[in-house]
């Protein structure tokens, strides 16, 4: 296994996305990150379960579904009915966190969890060894296009060692603020997914924006394997 790319399409054209999920691809992305939006989990809304069904449709690589929304547990099923590989809620968003992911799986998806910057790691000692993903914030959602939060580093080492610890063979994929630049020391503190929104979607040439993430996290990789 090596590092794995999941551009987000928040930063993507919407106006056009089948064409920037297309272009992704071809470049190389290993999954498409849908980051979904309601407005009162964060501050914005973005796209909903018919864009997730329309993108299953055209999409090549699986659509990891990031859930930044209420009460999660409404609408699990409708996202993975419409075509999300993976599904991650919120720890924040749900009282029975448990229950939610063992739906996910159940219903055929990859279960994850994302933390925000300011949630106890901890949190996610007792459900860890039942997830596939976990997501770590590395900005506080709800935007495309914001700085990478520092201290996001020390957590991702401390996330990889709890992970370790509980015997969990979950991925961490670490969103928000991620670029060529720091994407070799996310993966050496422990990223196994980076998801790149504006670095890509922003970037004059996306093609070689997604080689030189992928290069910089091969770095990491490989840095963090000789540890
Ligand atoms: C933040 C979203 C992220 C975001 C990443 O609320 O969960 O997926 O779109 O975008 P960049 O890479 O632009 O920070
Ligand atoms: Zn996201």
Same mark, same amino acid.
Do not use: K
């Given at each position: 296994?090596?590092?794995?790319?999941?551009?987000?399409?928040?930063?993507?054209?919407?106006?056009?996305?089948?064409?920037?999920?297309?272009?992704?691809?071809?470049?190389?992305?290993?999954?498409?990150?849908?980051?979904?939006?309601?407005?009162?989990?964060?501050?914005?809304?973005?796209?909903?379960?018919?864009?997730?069904?329309?993108?299953?449709?055209?999409?090549?690589?699986?659509?990891?579904?990031?859930?930044?929304?209420?009460?999660?547990?409404?609408?699990?099923?409708?996202?993975?009915?419409?075509?999300?590989?993976?599904?991650?809620?919120?720890?924040?968003?749900?009282?029975?966190?448990?229950r939610l992911v063992?739906?996910?799986?159940?219903? =055929?998806?990859?279960?994850?969890?994302?933390?925000?910057?300011?949630?106890?790691?901890?949190?996610?000692?007792?459900?860890?060894?039942?997830?596939?993903?976990?997501?770590?914030?590395?900005?506080?959602?709800?935007?495309?296009?914001?700085?990478?939060?520092?201290?996001?580093?020390?957590?991702?080492?401390?996330?990889?060692?709890?992970?370790?610890?509980?015997?969990?063979?979950?991925?961490?994929?670490?969103?928000?603020?991620?670029?060529p630049a720091r994407?070799?020391?996310?993966?050496?503190? =422990?990223?196994?997914?980076?998801?790149?929104?504006?670095?890509?979607?922003?970037?004059?040439?996306?093609?070689?924006?997604?080689?030189?993430?992928?290069?910089?996290?091969?770095?990491?990789?490989?840095?963090?394997?000789?540890?």
């Open positions: 296994m090596s590092v794995r790319i999941a551009p987000s399409i928040l930063s993507a054209d919407f106006a056009a996305l089948g064409r920037d999920v297309a272009m992704v691809a071809a470049a190389g992305a290993d999954w498409i990150h849908v980051d979904v939006m309601d407005g009162r989990f964060v501050p914005n809304i973005s796209i909903g379960v018919p864009v997730v069904a329309a993108l299953a449709r055209v999409s090549p690589v699986p659509l990891d579904v990031h859930l930044m929304i209420v009460e999660p547990e409404t609408y699990v099923d409708a996202f993975v009915q419409a075509g999300a590989a993976s599904v991650s809620v919120h720890v924040e968003a749900t009282d029975h966190l448990h063992h739906r996910i799986r159940e219903l =055929g998806a990859r279960p994850g969890v994302a933390i925000n910057p300011a949630t106890p790691l901890e949190t996610l000692t007792e459900i860890a060894a039942d997830l596939d993903i976990v997501i770590l914030m590395s900005v506080n959602p709800g935007f495309g296009g914001q700085a990478f939060i520092e201290r996001s580093y020390d957590r991702l080492r401390r996330l990889r060692d709890l992970l370790d610890r509980q015997g969990s063979t979950a991925v961490i994929t670490v969103d928000g603020g991620v670029d994407a070799e020391a996310v993966v050496e503190a =422990g990223g196994d997914v980076l998801v790149a929104g504006n670095a890509i979607f922003g970037a004059a040439d996306p093609t070689a924006a997604m080689a030189a993430l992928r290069a910089a996290g091969a770095r990491g990789w490989q840095a963090r394997g000789s540890r």
